[in-house]
């Protein structure tokens, strides 16, 4: 094979491919590389590896092993940072090269990306979690209710006792408010654990998405919100339960609203999503497209540990949060055999997107 068929064979591949010398200066950087790492090989070739990434990252590492040994080095899953600082997981696969004495003169890595699978994984663990949590909490709210029962009937009657004693009438509307108040709390722990009855249509999204506006808007005007409308006119209607599917965007919605209490800009965009992800994939009859819904607002966004724990039951950032209203919508989307995703950068804002499937 010549040296040109090798070269196009290494632009063909979909894996980043990275050669070093010795003296781990890069002496090859693949397209896929440059697609990965976020640099040229213009700019990266004959530089240090070390000026590129830091000391300790796995890549060097392994590389290094390999020169030093002259054995292949593998780890299935490490993490390297673009040169805009993104981390993305990979596995890392590294060989020797030898001159022609048969000593090591230099090495190869082959860099794949996993950050999908990581990202799929983390989706699916999320998914039976929220399971667990919700069988939990049947089991608590069916034991809660039948006090909580006898706590209102008896109120009631102490209220019918006392007539129209006014101090004592206060006392009791605050009690009965209180009891109402858990038993609301008690049904959304129920929403987390039944199985979801779902009534799907098709359904034209932006007419939705202008309800939820709609409903918000007096909410959102106080805090000197601007609700902008990003809307793809040709996206064709997604198949959903009417009911619950507003309960998801008006969820989103209102933390977005509460999430800039100084004000911005809360931006509704809908598109055709092909996304590898979260497009759900039928085996053997190739990509779905999905309709994508995108939340996105303009407040201090979240770091990336907050970020992991959003879907987790009765974690939350409010003062006065349950911790329930984005667990119920990973459980509402789910059911949809759609996904939800949730992308920030302090400072910068958050965007949660929804995809959902599209009517046939």
Not at 297 to 324: M, N, Q, V, Y
Not at 345 to 356: D, I, N, R, Y
Request: glycine share 10%; with cysteine.
């Amino acid at each position: 094979m010549s040296r040109l068929d090798y070269e196009a064979l290494l632009a063909g591949l979909p894996d980043a491919v990275l050669g070093v010398d010795e003296g781990l200066r890069i002496v090859l950087w693949n397209p896929a590389a440059e697609a990965l790492l976020g640099r040229s090989a213009r700019r990266v070739l004959g530089r240090a590896l070390k000026d590129l990434f830091p000391p300790d990252t796995s890549l060097i590492r392994h590389l290094s092993d390999t020169l030093a040994t002259g054995e292949s080095r593998s780890e299935s899953e490490a993490v390297v940072e673009g040169a805009d600082g993104r981390p993305s997981y990979v596995s890392i696969v590294t060989a020797p090269l030898a001159g022609a004495g048969g000593a090591v003169t230099a090495a190869v890595a082959v860099v794949r990306d996993i950050t999908r699978l990581h990202q799929l994984e983390a989706e699916m663990h999320r998914g039976e979690t929220l399971a667990a949590a919700g069988q939990i909490a049947i089991g608590l709210a069916h034991e809660i209710r039948n006090p909580l029962g006898a706590i209102r009937g008896t109120v009631q009657l102490l209220k019918r006792e006392l007539g129209d004693e006014a101090r004592w009438g206060e006392y009791i509307e605050v009690l009965l408010k209180e009891v109402d108040r858990v038993n609301r709390i008690i049904e959304m722990l129920l929403d987390l654990g039944r199985p979801v009855t779902l009534r799907p249509v098709p359904l034209n999204i932006h007419q939705l998405l202008e309800r939820v506006a709609l409903m918000s808007d007096e909410m959102a005007s106080r805090r000197g919100i601007q609700i902008v409308r990003r809307y793809d006119p040709s996206l064709p209607p997604i198949l959903a339960d009417e009911d619950r599917i507003v309960q998801v965007f008006h969820n989103l919605v209102r933390n977005a609203i509460e999430a800039m209490p100084g004000g911005g800009r809360l931006t509704l965009i809908t598109r055709l999503s092909m996304d590898t992800l979260f497009a759900k994939v039928d085996l053997g009859r190739g990509l779905k497209s999905m309709a994508e819904v995108q939340v996105a607002d303009e407040g201090e966004g979240i770091t990336d540990a907050t970020r992991a724990r959003l879907f987790t039951p009765f974690f939350t950032t409010k003062s006065g949060g349950l911790g329930l209203g984005l667990a119920l919508c990973h459980r509402v989307v789910e059911e949809h055999g759609g996904a939800i995703q949730i992308a920030s950068e302090p400072g910068k804002g958050t965007a949660v997107s929804c995809f959902l499937p599209i009517a046939r």
